[in-house]
């Protein structure tokens, strides 16, 4: 069984792509809230009628408009529709952020607190009031109580209960945000800090009514396809490890969809770590003490926004996005280029470099669903140029590390590359990063990944 | 005794929306039933069309359409046919 918010947004994507090739979404947009969630049906939420605001607004953001961005409550989906189709280009996003806070959607959970639950026995060792450092429990009525105004949260006590009966609830997208970007504004609505959100999407993966919502281009690749637009897609590497089939099979399927080339970003990642291995020999020659990896564009945005200091180490090697573009460019000069993967700070790179769009799995696979395009049934395509192994393998955790430690086998060097990997941003690595940058440096080659395990895990895979 | 058959359809929109999870079914069956089937991945049924697409992902046992296809529902049509 697939978790229920997944299904809906997965739903919801192939109603969308397959109404537009029908040539009929504009007239069907404003129906699906109430097709999907008719009058004698159930409900996920409260009501069907809360069930059909939260599916307008998803269907706002697959239009690519955000909920923040809705002036007029009684606006038609049909008429967000017309003005997508007539823009040039999808929003610029730099400025703005690919995810925000679907208002209807978000349940909005109390904040985190200590809570002793009826399964206190109120026993004799009490264990919560004789361990809690700040004195904020006694037992009043044989029963252990809180007093909130010296509570600090520290959770001891719930380590501690024989009866596991004290538990600390957390809201589940701000316990992801490894910036603290996300959080409750005084109206009582939680809302992403743009200064702060480095647009990592583990909100995004995290929130149980997946009330984080992601500003989509599906509908500019959609169009620009139906208008016999030159587009290439650019698979990124990750798609290997999503049990989707194989890759030869993949190309096939997804050049069906009408693009002009399909290509690997594995290719561009070969780039990567040529230009990556060079950058380090001149920097390590030249006597710098660190470089760390860029091909992670959530880690790139974290030291841009919270730890300047960690700038001057990190590569000036473009990633394999940008490669790979300029490769689909080179031998389709005039295309536009689309990235598809896992990744939601993609979109932020890719807009600061003229990525024309970016694509996640999903709506891939909603391309291809719609379309009724099935990866089994595709004969293998011919890829001309496999690339290598150790580039496809950037998609995995400490994968350019290894790229980077066999490129450089090939030189003889003064220097000898330690390598350290920092394998998923949380608030503790943030912390880690911070010490390294005042100067305790953990090695000279640092490679980090925001998503444990490496894009594979991202929050727009397949697997779940 | 002849082994019953079990079809999962493993066309994109099923494969999103859920069958992804079965593709392992085979090992991961309960001890009673393993051994009793013989799996096979499909192309799409054509059972995902506009209005049944909330039902994928779909799969057949023995020729029974089982809609929203979980493993455990699987496995209770398994035992189900195997009583009959
Ligand atoms: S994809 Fe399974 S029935 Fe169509």
Same mark, same amino acid.
């Given at each position: 069984?697939?978790?229920?918010?997944?299904?809906?947004?997965r739903?919801?994507m192939?109603?969308?792509?397959?109404?537009?090739?029908?040539?009929?979404l504009e007239?069907?947009?404003?129906?699906?809230?109430?097709?999907?969630?008719?009058?004698?049906?159930?409900?996920?939420?409260?009501?069907?009628?809360?069930?059909?605001?939260?599916?307008?607004?998803?269907?706002m953001?697959?239009?690519?408009?955000?909920c923040?961005?809705?002036?007029?409550?009684a606006?038609?989906?049909?008429?967000?529709?017309?003005?997508?189709? /007539?823009?040039?280009?999808?929003?610029?996003?730099?400025?703005? =952020?690919?995810?925000?806070?679907?208002?209807a959607?978000?349940?909005?959970?109390?904040?985190?607190?200590?809570?002793? /639950?009826?399964?206190?026995?109120?026993?004799?060792?009490?264990?919560?009031? &004789?361990?809690?450092?700040?004195?904020?429990?006694?037992?009043?009525?044989?029963?252990?109580?809180?007093? &909130? !105004?010296?509570? @600090?949260?520290?959770?001891?006590?719930?380590?501690?209960?024989?009866?596991?009966?004290?538990?600390?609830?957390?809201?589940?997208?701000e316990?992801?945000?490894?910036t603290?970007?996300?959080?409750?504004?005084?109206?009582?609505? !939680?809302?992403?800090?743009?200064?702060?959100?480095?647009?990592?999407?583990?909100?995004?993966?995290?929130?149980?009514?997946?009330? @984080? =919502?992601?500003r989509?281009?599906?509908?500019?690749? %959609?169009?620009?396809?139906?208008?016999?637009?030159?587009?290439?897609?650019?698979?990124?590497?990750?798609?290997?490890?999503?049990?989707?089939?194989?890759?030869?099979?993949?190309?096939?399927?997804?050049? $069906?969809?009408?693009?002009?080339?399909?290509?690997?970003?594995?290719?561009?990642?070969?780039? !990567?770590?040529?230009?990556?291995?060079?950058?380090?020999?001149?920097?390590?020659?030249?006597?710098?003490?660190?470089?760390?990896?860029?091909?992670?564009?959530?880690?790139?945005? =974290?030291?841009?926004?919270?730890?300047?200091?960690?700038?001057?180490?990190?590569?000036? /090697?473009?990633?394999?996005?940008?490669?790979?573009?300029?490769?689909?460019? $080179?031998?389709?000069?005039?295309?536009?280029?689309?990235?598809?993967?896992?990744?939601?700070?993609? $979109?932020v790179?890719?807009?600061?470099?003229?990525i024309?769009?970016?694509?996640?799995?999903?709506?891939?696979?909603?391309?291809?669903?719609?379309?009724?395009?099935?990866?089994?049934?595709?004969?293998?395509?011919?890829?001309?140029?496999?690339?290598?192994?150790?580039?496809?393998?950037?998609?995995?955790?400490?994968?350019?590390?290894?790229?980077?430690?066999?490129?450089l086998?090939?030189?003889?060097?003064?220097?000898k =590359?330690?390598?350290?990997?920092?394998?998923?941003?949380?608030?503790? !690595?943030?912390?880690?990063?911070?010490?390294?940058a005042?100067?305790? %440096?953990?090695?000279?080659?640092?490679?980090?990944?925001?998503?444990?395990?490496?894009?594979?895990?991202?929050?727009?895979?397949? $697997?779940? | 005794?002849?082994?019953?058959?079990?079809?999962?359809?493993?066309?994109?929109?099923?494969?999103?929306?859920?069958? +992804?999870?079965?593709? +392992?079914?085979?090992?991961?069956?309960?001890?009673?039933?393993?051994?009793k089937?013989?799996?096979?991945?499909?192309?799409?049924?054509?059972?995902?069309?506009?209005?049944?697409?909330?039902?994928?992902?779909?799969?057949?046992? +023995?020729?029974?359409?089982i809609?929203?296809?979980?493993?455990?529902?699987?496995?209770?049509?398994?035992?189900?046919?195997?009583?009959?």
């Amino acid at each position: 069984m697939i978790d229920g918010s997944v299904f809906l947004r997965r739903e919801l994507m192939i109603r969308f792509v397959r109404a537009f090739n029908n040539g009929s979404l504009e007239t069907e947009l404003d129906r699906f809230p109430v097709e999907m969630r008719p009058r004698q049906g159930n409900s996920s939420r409260c009501c069907i009628y809360h069930d059909r605001a939260v599916i307008k607004y998803r269907l706002m953001n697959l239009l690519g408009f955000s909920c923040e961005e809705e002036t007029d409550e009684a606006r038609t989906l049909a008429s967000y529709y017309r003005e997508a189709m /007539t823009r040039e280009k999808p929003a610029d996003i730099t400025g703005r =952020l690919p995810l925000s806070v679907c208002e209807a959607g978000c349940s909005e959970c109390p904040s985190s607190q200590v809570v002793i /639950t009826g399964n206190c026995r109120g026993c004799f060792s009490r264990p919560c009031m &004789y361990n809690c450092p700040k004195g904020a429990i006694s037992v009043v009525n044989q029963v252990s109580t809180i007093d &909130y !105004t010296k509570c @600090i949260k520290c959770g001891k006590c719930t380590s501690v209960c024989p009866y596991h009966a004290i538990v600390k609830t957390t809201v589940p997208c701000e316990t992801a945000c490894p910036t603290g970007a996300i959080h409750k504004d005084n109206d009582g609505h !939680t809302r992403i800090n743009g200064e702060k959100c480095i647009s990592c999407g583990k909100c995004f993966a995290k929130c149980p009514f997946s009330a @984080i =919502l992601e500003r989509s281009q599906l509908l500019d690749v %959609l169009k620009a396809l139906k208008n016999g637009e030159k587009v290439v897609a650019m698979l990124a590497p990750a798609l290997m490890s999503q049990d989707a089939g194989p890759i030869e099979q993949l190309f096939t399927a997804v050049s $069906r969809l009408g693009f002009t080339d399909v290509i690997e970003v594995a290719l561009g990642a070969e780039e !990567t770590t040529a230009a990556e291995a060079a950058e380090f020999r001149e920097k390590m020659n030249a006597g710098e003490k660190l470089m760390t990896t860029s091909c992670c564009p959530a880690y790139v945005e =974290l030291v841009r926004k919270f730890i300047p200091d960690f700038r001057q180490y990190v590569s000036t /090697t473009p990633s394999p996005m940008v490669f790979a573009a300029g490769i689909a460019r $080179r031998k389709h000069p005039g295309c536009k280029v689309v990235f598809v993967g896992p990744c939601v700070a993609k $979109r932020v790179e890719a807009c600061r470099n003229g990525i024309d769009w970016v694509l996640s799995f999903e709506e891939l696979f909603a391309m291809l669903a719609g379309k009724n395009i099935d990866v089994i049934s595709c004969e293998p395509w011919p890829i001309p140029r496999p690339a290598i192994d150790r580039a496809r393998n950037f998609a995995k955790s400490c994968g350019v590390t290894e790229a980077v430690i066999s490129e450089l086998g090939g030189f003889a060097d003064d220097f000898k =590359l330690e390598a350290k990997a920092i394998d998923g941003i949380d608030r503790k !690595t943030v912390t880690t990063l911070k010490m390294y940058a005042s100067g305790k %440096l953990p090695a000279n080659f640092l490679e980090v990944m925001c998503c444990q395990g490496g894009c594979v895990n991202g929050p727009c895979s397949l $697997r779940k | 005794m002849k082994k019953m058959q079990l079809e999962i359809c493993c066309g994109t929109t099923c494969y999103m929306l859920g069958a +992804n999870r079965l593709l +392992n079914i085979e090992n991961e069956m309960p001890s009673d039933l393993r051994g009793k089937t013989d799996v096979r991945a499909l192309p799409c049924m054509g059972l995902c069309n506009e209005k049944e697409l909330a039902g994928a992902p779909y799969v057949k046992l +023995n020729g029974h359409v089982i809609e929203n296809a979980t493993a455990e529902k699987i496995y209770a049509k398994m035992r189900e046919l195997l009583e009959a």
